[in-house]
């Protein structure tokens, strides 16, 4: 299959990142991977059409590997059509009075400020691209919207990630750009491992959450980019059906 458009994804070794790459390379994109660690971005490249995914280990919230990431993006492709900002950490649950500043700082870095630092070099490019503009999707979950009990530093950098999903895409409307945000909850084996042995809610109790599978998230994404440029899903909320999300607390 020869690749139509380009896409870039963050955090593409593992989880979400890894199977929202996979469907877009299914679905006729040619797919740069990016993430921190080498050897699983490579294992996310073993695909049917792997000869269609570019490798380049980046660090989101260091500007310098960013703009490299988004340079090499240009030299191999000559222009990026979707970038989707996947990359986050996710702390230990912690009381906030007790969060680690430096614990702090990494989540800002590469929840927040690394969306930011990709962000901003996909748009310079994509402004400067002919045919111009291009669509960027963002990973809010729906701790964008509600939090968990001890969350508090992944909470605020993604409530500021809704906050940077609609300054893009006011900020670009003159330039074909579209932006929208995809709230996630309980998606994954390894989410659904972990929440089958329970998590904690606002009354102090464990309990067993239902998870859904990746490909659920992934086919959304699909759809996301799928749309033409005059149209846009701004948000999207996506969970199982019975996760406790709709009435936390």
């Known amino acids: 299959m020869i690749p139509s458009k380009i896409a870039l994804v963050t955090g593409a070794g593992s989880g979400i990142g890894r199977a929202c790459a996979h469907a877009l390379l299914d679905n006729g994109y040619a797919v740069v991977l990016a993430g921190r660690r080498l050897e699983a971005l490579q294992e996310t490249a073993r695909h049917p059409h792997g000869a269609n995914t570019l ?6 919230s260091d500007p310098e590997s960013v703009r490299a990431l988004f340079a090499r993006t240009k030299e191999c492709f000559g222009r990026l059509d979707l970038l989707f900002n996947n990359a986050g950490v996710v702390l230990p649950a912690s ?19 690394g969306t930011f630092l990709c962000t901003q070099q996909a748009i310079r ?17 729906v701790s964008a919207q509600v939090p968990r009990v001890g969350t508090a530093a992944y909470t605020a950098t993604k409530h500021a990630i809704t906050g940077l999903t609609k300054s893009t895409s006011l900020d670009c409307r003159a330039y074909n750009i579209a932006c929208g945000q995809i709230d996630i909850g309980n998606a994954g084996e390894h989410v659904r491992e972990k929440m089958a042995e ?15 599978d990746v490909t659920n998230v992934s086919n ?20 199982a059906t019975t996760m406790p999300f709709i009435g936390r607390g």
């Open 125 to 141: 490019l994509m402004k400067t691209q002919t045919p111009q503009g291009g669509r960027i999707i963002n990973n809010g979950s």
């Open 198 to 212: 329970g998590a904690m809610q606002a009354n102090g109790q464990v309990v067993s959450e239902p998870a859904m």
């Open 220 to 239: 959304a994404v699909v759809y996301m980019a799928s749309l033409p440029l005059d149209a846009n899903v701004q948000f999207m909320t996506i969970t």
């Open 55 to 60: 490798v380049v280990p980046a660090d989101v």
């Open 95 to 113: 009381p906030v009075e007790d969060i680690n500043l430096a614990d702090w700082r990494l989540a800002v870095d590469v929840n927040l400020t």
